[in-house]
């Protein structure tokens, strides 16, 4: 079955440290990655998706389908990055499957 | 883009009663989804609200238990029926596709 798994309820990190959220998922076929976020008292939103290959606010996610990943890595936390982060799968139709969701709080 | 605007943004509720949460978007929109997000769970996946037809309903989820409504392409109201407190939640009101989806501000609803 296709399932999404952070392991991690809550990472803490220090401010300037390099931070790495954790995504595995169990998916059969060629899958679409995203990664959302949600700040305090805002609503979720997209961070970025695999396919886009890009870089936003510092955060990057390698698809690794051999070790079906999809890690999310910030070489320099910032405090403003603290939020709940959640790795979410798509079969490239509307359909996602999410993750429980990672907070990240980065300490002053 | 799209901005979705989703009310009551939390409700208290009596076992027995219904709720209805309401979602607008500002712009027309092809699939709007509902989500429910229950203390500590991922964000699963309802149903989706078709404009001018039956909404799809996913496993374990009912129609008699969450009637949709999608009267347009801009708008959409799910219904919480007959409420226990299990169904105590997030509920979240979507639109989008395959490429990204954008979020209400969600419902909190708690039942006593």
């Known amino acids: 079955a296709q399932r999404v798994t952070q392991p991690e309820k809550l990472l803490s990190v220090f401010k300037g440290a390099p931070v790495e959220l954790k995504c595995n998922y169990s998916y059969s076929g060629s899958p679409e990655l995203f990664w959302y976020v949600q700040y305090s008292r805002q609503r979720l939103q997209l961070l970025l998706r695999h396919i886009s290959r890009e870089s936003i606010k510092g955060f990057t996610a390698d698809l690794n389908k051999g070790e079906t990943s999809f890690h999310l890595k910030k070489p320099f936390a910032q405090e403003e990055d603290s939020a709940m982060y959640y790795c979410a799968l798509s079969e490239g139709t509307y359909k996602y499957i999410f993750g429980t969701g990672t907070r990240l709080k980065v300490l002053a | 883009s799209a901005v979705i605007s989703q009310k ?105």
Request: with cysteine.
């Open chain 2, 8 to 112: 009551p943004s939390r409700d208290i509720c009596q076992r027995g009663t219904s709720l209805t949460i309401q979602c607008q978007v500002d712009s027309q929109v092809t699939m709007m989804f509902w989500y429910r997000q229950q203390p500590g769970q991922s964000l699963t996946l309802i149903a989706t609200a078709n404009q001018g037809s039956e909404a799809t309903y996913e496993s374990g989820f009912v129609i008699d238990k969450f009637p949709i409504s999608r009267p347009n392409l801009t708008f959409s109201t799910l219904t919480v029926s007959n409420m226990s407190p299990e169904d105590s939640s997030i509920y979240l009101c979507s639109a989008g596709g395959s490429e990204k989806l954008f979020f209400g501000s969600g419902t909190q609803l708690s039942v006593l």
